[in-house]
């Protein structure tokens, strides 16, 4: 199960990755594992503006389905429109072409919410 | 006391007994609290054997008076049609229905490959690049297409014709009131949706305009315009379609309606008292992911050959739960099987002759009984198969009466509108002789 | 070998059906050319042996009842007796037209109404109406009662329905339908309700709970008056899901327990066959509190003759007409062909045949509850796991052995469940042929666990791509 040292995570396997005030949104390695084959994402909205927790989009897989909450507050300011086509990127690579979002971050206090590599790492063993 | 289904002997059920480590059958129900159990018997009738079973129901059909020997005139949401005697022979096939659900997609191809190309018939009937694998019926199909509706376009409010079948528009009252969703009604003029009424209801929180065409009324509705004035103002088009009158009518799809739906019963299914019939229901490529129902997809094995499952699943109540599209679970995959085998044994110059005959006849219907005088015109419209007349006098007197003549009369339309009481809706499909029709024709002008 | 496609078979100018010709006067133009068709609807052209093959040749690559053991847990497959489908086709019950006169009609309607009668002594309720289509919209039907209910005595704040998290996915998909709030709460590891989880689930918003019993997982939920009084105390109301009632005619009622409204699937409980899926008929009784809210029209019986009742306070329909009639004629066929005291052995046969398999198959497969189950049994696949053999591996070797395999997967809250219910139409020697299939796999997953990951190997087709079918979905025929 690869996570990545350099990423920030959630207790929901979503990972955060900060570059200048933004922050790229994915669902992790464990999530997809998880979820079995991806057959289908709801490409979220452009524009919308999204609070901790609120519904960021919706990943079905062909026998489950699951939200993804965003981490963080913000706006969205860009999606992953190939998901829409090419939903499998989310299984053959989640922390790179499997991105969904970028959201421009609110608050960057929201950043001391989630958890570092080793922390999510703890946090999956412990869940296990 | 045995019973045929139960294949149990006394000794079968001893050697199980012991072989769980119990004395009695009841022992197993040990779970059940002793003072709520039933202290008696069932009070049922039977047990009947199979040739008791048989009297039994013979004396009940006799009963009634069937179509094998009256002549229907009957239509309003129901339709006497020729059926092929394939239909039944393919019916009959245990492997079918003795089946559950496609979930084992390996030994339920043959099942599968048939609900694909049912899908693919409806597709091409309506003209829309979607179809899922049934409905329970057309009430509950227009119903869900207006619930899909005001979820695709987050608006509360449905325009429903009210020339659109009664019990659908009761069945849409009944589920849209507990969402809250506003309804009303389009009202008509001569037999069609009033477009000037349709455009001044429609406003942008419209999420759903409803036209059925034929309308309830039997008359052909312009479809294309209501169709603009819908999407004018951002809202969805749901044509109810009669699927007969699909033979000669332009496809709803290519029209622009965004979802198709009706009552598959035409197509091929008994009238058997109002059910088992088949709501269908079709959409656009941009709707599927949001579609009730099951779907059947092509994909191949891992050997690369052809195969069908069940797909798009996550939209359903097994996965999905409480934030599902639907409730739905059982459909009604065999009414959908005889409507593969009807529409194929039509064939696609059959099909297209049935509704051509079924159009010829109801005029000739209407002509002889206008112009004999034995019933006034109500609606000027154009119409498919049903029409509207005024007879002058009460419609149950008139329909006592054609019942001793062993036909079975129009609808009373006062039952469902009071502003056409009075007036009498006729139906004439195909299956309807010259002879039957002068029959019934006559049988008014006895009346005048 | 693939079957063809129907499109496949055929060429133009074939037909399978010979229309009489049309014996009328022919007219033009009665409709407007607008109106018309632009092309006709691209259907097959194929003779009616070609056809005829065709579905002949689909039966052969379907499995159903008639073909062999279907332990579908949940499901209740059991046989379809033919002598109901004989009956349902008789003129008399198959060529009627349901806005027929009512004198016309008074055999159906008697058949309604005797079916009506029966249910409501099995369920023991006051009322029942057989419009719901299936169990899903009798779930939905039901719940429209109660909420109607308490809508007609000013409670409007009762829109929270709690639902354990065993239950069948319908049961919360029903109560979003109806614009109500699922609350769910968690059952015991044995499938029952937790009495303290319910105690404080409970308030001045429940409509409703929603129980299965026996429950998802084939286990009696023994406290049902203990939870049947904390609801009512609370002011809502109980809701019996009959997925399972299969186990229970004539031994105990569902308004003996305290429950309100109560569905049945006929084609479960009833005998009336699944269709590939449907049509089915979900009916429900009530007690005498919910009688006026149920769906128009009621079927009356004054002085021996039936008529069309209609109450003012009724939900309104949910069906068009009455429901699934033909299915109602097959359900009444079982029905008297059982009598009361046939459908009591019914249930202790399918009781007895599921604690005989669980008690065959608990050696070799980790069967979870200890003690006796209902009508069907959940064993898992925890004790092949270390081989990496799942639940969906030993149900697709099951095909390779001539078995439907039972429900996988199901109940949620077991994990790597197998749901067996045999039904009590099936012998001990077939049980005893699906227990010997069933250990042979549990050797093959030690010995030869490659064997049972690549199965099925003798269906007509292996293991489909359900992920490409559902990314990029071809749903139908393009020419």
Redesign the interface.
Same mark, same amino acid.
């Given at each position: 199960m690869k996570i990545p040292a350099e990423l920030l995570y959630s207790k929901d396997h979503e990972w955060v990755k900060v570059e200048d005030g933004r922050a790229v949104v994915g669902i992790t390695d464990f999530a997809q594992d998880q979820l079995g084959d991806v057959v289908f994402v709801e490409v979220p909205e452009a524009g919308a503006e999204l609070g901790v927790g609120d519904g960021l989009t919706t990943i079905e897989s062909v026998k489950a389905v699951s939200d993804v909450y965003s981490p963080l507050g913000g706006k969205i300011a860009q999606v992953n429109e190939e998901l829409g086509d090419a939903p499998q990127l989310i299984n053959e690579d989640p922390y790179g072409k499997g991105w969904i979002a970028v959201l421009e971050i609110a608050d960057a206090a929201e950043l001391k919410g989630l958890l570092t590599a080793e922390e999510y790492k703890k946090f999956l063993s412990e869940e296990a | 006391?045995t019973?045929s289904?139960?294949? @149990?002997t006394a000794e079968?059920?001893q050697?199980?007994?012991a072989? /769980?480590?119990?004395k009695e059958?009841?022992?197993? =129900?040990?779970?059940?609290?002793e003072? /709520?159990?039933?202290r008696r018997?069932?009070?049922?009738? &039977?047990?009947? $054997?199979?040739p008791e079973?048989?009297a039994?129901?013979?004396?009940?059909?006799?009963?009634?008076? !069937?179509?094998?020997?009256y002549a229907?005139f009957?239509g309003?949401?129901?339709y006497?049609h @020729?059926i092929?005697s394939?239909v039944?022979?393919?019916l009959?096939?245990?492997? =079918?229905?003795?089946? *559950?659900?496609?979930y084992?997609?390996?030994?339920?191809?043959? *099942?599968l490959?048939?609900?694909?190309?049912y899908? $693919?018939?409806i597709?091409?009937?309506t003209g829309m690049?979607?179809?899922n694998? $049934?409905m329970?019926? &057309?009430?509950?199909a227009m119903t869900e297409a207006a /619930?899909l509706a005001c979820g695709a376009t987050n608006r509360r409010e449905i325009l429903v014709a009210r020339s659109v079948?009664p @019990?659908?528009r009761?069945?849409l009252?009944?589920?849209a009131?507990? =969402?809250?969703y506003d309804v009303k009604e389009i009202a008509f003029a001569d037999g069609a949706t009033s477009a000037s009424e349709l455009a001044a209801l429609a406003g942008r929180s419209t999420a759903a305009v409803i036209v059925q065409n034929p309308n309830f009324f039997g008359s #052909?509705e312009?479809?294309?315009g209501l169709v603009a004035a819908t999407h004018a103002v951002g809202a969805l088009f749901i044509t109810v379609a009669e699927p007969t009158a699909?033979?000669?009518?332009?496809?709803p799809g +290519?029209l622009g309606s965004d979802m198709v739906v009706g009552?598959g019963q035409p197509l091929g299914l008994? %009238?058997?008292? &109002?059910?088992?019939?088949?709501g269908f229901f079709a959409a656009s490529a941009k709707l599927?992911?949001k579609m009730p129902g099951?779907? #059947?997809?092509?994909? #191949?094995?891992?050997?690369g050959?052809? &195969? =069908?499952?069940l797909? %798009?699943?996550?939209r359903?109540?097994?996965?999905?739960?409480? +934030?599902?599209n639907?409730?739905?679970?059982? !459909?009604?995959?065999?009414?959908a099987?005889a409507i593969?085998?009807y529409?194929?044994?039509?064939? +696609?110059?059959?099909?297209?002759? #049935?509704s051509?005959?079924c159009?010829?006849?109801a @005029?000739?219907a209407y002509d002889r009984i206008v112009a004999a005088g034995a019933a006034q015109p109500v609606f000027a419209a154009?119409f498919?198969q049903e029409f509207a007349v005024r007879p002058g006098k009460p419609i149950?007197e008139i329909?006592?009466s054609l019942?001793e003549q062993k036909i079975?009369g129009g609808?009373d339309l006062e039952e469902f509108y009071p502003e056409l009481a009075g007036c009498m809706l006729l139906c004439v499909t195909?299956k309807r002789?010259?002879a039957e029709?002068d029959a019934l024709a006559a049988g008014l002008e006895a009346l005048l | 070998m693939n079957q063809p496609l129907l499109f496949e078979l055929g060429k133009p100018g074939r037909k399978a059906f010979d229309l009489p010709a049309c014996d009328v006067p022919e007219k033009k133009g009665l409709l407007p050319e607008t109106c018309l068709r632009s092309e006709k609807a691209a259907l097959p052209e194929v003779s009616q042996l070609e056809l005829m093959r065709h579905y002949t040749q689909l039966s052969n690559r379907n499995f159903g009842v008639d073909t062999g053991f279907y332990p579908l847990g949940s499901c209740t497959m059991k046989y379809n007796p033919k002598i109901n489908e004989d009956v349902a086709r008789y003129n008399g019950l198959a060529l009627l037209h349901p806005l027929q006169p009512a004198a016309s009609v008074q055999g159906a309607l008697a058949i309604i109404y005797a079916v009506e009668e029966a249910l409501a002594e099995i369920a023991g309720m006051a009322a029942v109406t057989m419009q719901p289509a299936a169990g899903a919209h009798g779930e939905l039907t039901g719940l429209k009662l109660i909420r109607a209910y308490h809508r007609d005595r000013g409670d409007f704040g009762r829109i929270k329905v709690i639902v354990p998290d065993s239950a069948h996915g319908t049961n919360p998909a029903s109560v979003t339908m109806c614009g109500m709030e699922v609350l769910e709460i968690k059952s015991e590891p044995d499938g029952s309700i937790d009495l303290e989880a319910l105690k404080a689930a409970v308030g001045s918003d429940t409509a409703a709970l929603m129980l299965t019993n026996p429950s998802t997982l084939g286990l009696f939920e023994s406290r049902i008056e203990a939870i049947a009084e904390i609801v009512h105390e609370a002011g809502g109301l109980l809701y019996y899901d009959g997925a399972n009632a299969n186990a229970i005619m004539g031994i105990v009622r569902p308004g003996d327990m305290g429950f309100d409204v109560v569905h049945f699937n006929l084609h479960k409980t009833f005998a009336t066959p699944h269709g590939g899926g449907g049509p089915g008929s979900g009916p429900i009784g009530v007690k005498e509190c919910l009688r006026p809210f149920l769906p128009n029209p009621r079927i009356e019986k004054l002085e021996g003759k039936y008529t069309f009742g209609c109450s003012e306070k009724s939900i309104g329909k949910v069906h068009s007409f009455y429901g699934n009639f033909g299915v109602i004629v097959r359900a009444y066929a079982y029905i008297l062909a059982m009598g009361g005291a046939g459908l009591r052995q019914a249930s202790e046969d399918a009781v007895l045949n599921a604690n005989y398999c669980k008690k065959l198959l608990s050696k070799d497969y980790d069967s979870p509850f200890d003690r006796f189950c209902m009508h069907e049994c959940i064993l898992t696949s925890k004790k092949q796991k270390n081989n990496g053999i799942h639940t969906l591996d030993i149900a697709k070797r099951l095909l390779d052995y001539g078995y439907h395999p039972p429900t996988i997967y199901f109940p949620l809250i077991v994990e790597e469940a197998l749901m067996i219910e045999p039904t009590e139409t099936e012998s001990k020697e077939t049980m005893d042929g699906f227990i010997s299939a069933m250990q042979q796999i549990a050797r093959e997953a030690l010995e030869n666990p490659g064997l049972v990951l690549t199965a099925p190997q003798h269906t007509v087709v292996s293991r489909l791509d359900e992920a490409q079918a559902a990314r990029k979905p071809v749903v139908r025929w393009e020419p």
């Open positions: - | 006391m019973w289904y139960l294949p @149990h079968d059920r050697e199980m007994l072989a /769980i480590g119990v059958t009841m022992d197993l =129900f040990a779970d059940i609290p003072q /709520i159990r039933l018997g069932l009070n049922l009738p &039977g047990p009947l $054997s199979e079973l048989a039994h129901f013979a004396k009940l059909a006799a009963a009634n008076a !069937n179509l094998a020997e229907c009957l309003a949401g129901a006497d @020729h092929p394939t039944d022979h393919v009959r096939r245990s492997e =079918f229905y003795t089946a *559950y659900t496609q084992q997609p390996e030994i339920s191809q043959g *099942y490959q048939a609900l694909w190309e899908q $693919s018939m597709c091409a009937l690049p979607v179809a694998a $049934s329970y019926d &057309g009430a509950t /619930i079948h @019990h659908y009761s069945v009252a009944t589920y009131r507990d =969402f809250d #052909v312009d479809l294309a699909l033979g000669v009518l332009e496809a +290519k009552e008994a %009238l058997a008292f &109002g059910g088992p019939y088949l599927m992911r099951r779907i #059947v997809g092509q994909t #191949v094995d891992k050997d050959k052809r &195969g =069908f499952v797909t %798009l699943q996550a359903e109540q097994h996965i999905r739960r409480e +934030k599902a639907s409730n739905i679970c059982s !459909n009604e995959a065999l009414c099987l593969s085998v529409l194929a044994t039509m064939g +696609k110059e059959g099909f297209a002759e #049935v051509r005959q159009l010829q006849k @005029h000739y154009p498919f149950a329909n006592a019942l079975i609808l195909e002789t010259k029709i | -």
